[in-house]
């Protein structure tokens, strides 16, 4: 008599994050990065503003829409700048974009991510250290840009290279720089009527995390 032999169970891969935005304003912020250039985007912490511009990079990504993601963000709680910090850029700014670089293994998935990290096609550049640089075929997202100066805003987005978009996000209402302004509100203002730039604002009613934190922030 012959025996059926047992099939081991295979283990069950995890499932990319599929795409799809929650709310009528994240849909209208997808149009505005599809159809523009550059787009910026302001609005409270959990209204989607970094997600919903991760997930539209990996889609171009994974799509070869672009060859690049450029993920950077301003560093203002070291005090005395990333030159103070140990390690190489990538160790120094890499603590600072944990929540992104999370969003993206979530749609990309961990093998697709660590497979594009290391020919570099998913950069995280300090943006203090992006002047000089142009960047090609590449979706680049400038996050807590509330941190950023005005003049440090005006340098990234000069380095918009052929093919490429650019998403600037943050929230207008807080800034951790002392002694000066931050750039993003006067950026939006400025550029709001030029052709190929969308400025979008999300609010607390776009907030998809625990349903407390929209009621904490109608109060706050």
């Known amino acids: 008599m012959t025996k059926r032999r047992n099939k081991k169970s295979q283990p069950s891969r995890p499932q990319r994050k599929k795409f799809k935005p929650k709310t009528d304003n994240q849909s209208d912020y997808i149009v505005g990065m599809s159809e523009n250039d550059i787009t910026f985007c302001s609005g409270p912490a959990g209204s989607g503003k970094t997600a919903v511009a991760v997930g539209l990079a990996c889609e171009y990504f994974l799509q070869n829409k672009v060859e690049k993601i450029i993920l950077t963000r301003p560093v203002v709680e070291s005090g005395r700048g990333l030159g103070y910090l140990p390690g190489s850029l990538n160790e120094k700014i890499a603590p600072y974009l944990v929540p992104v670089v999370e969003e993206i293994k979530l749609y990309l998935g961990r093998e697709t991510y660590n ?65 000066c302004d931050g750039g993003l509100d006067l950026c939006m203002d400025r550029l709001e009527d030029v052709d190929g730039v969308c400025v979008c604002e999300l609010t607390p009613s776009d907030i998809v995390r625990n349903g407390i934190i929209s009621r904490i922030l109608e109060k706050l």
Request: aromatic fraction near 8%.
């Open 115 to 179: 497979s594009a990290r290391s020919v570099n096609a998913i950069e995280m550049c300090p943006l203090e250290y992006m002047r000089g640089r142009n960047f090609h075929s590449s979706f680049m997202i400038l996050d807590e840009a509330q941190n950023a100066t005005y003049e440090q805003i005006k340098m990234f987005l000069t380095r918009i290279g052929m093919g490429s978009k650019a998403v600037i996000n943050g929230d207008v209402s807080q800034t951790d720089l002392q002694g």
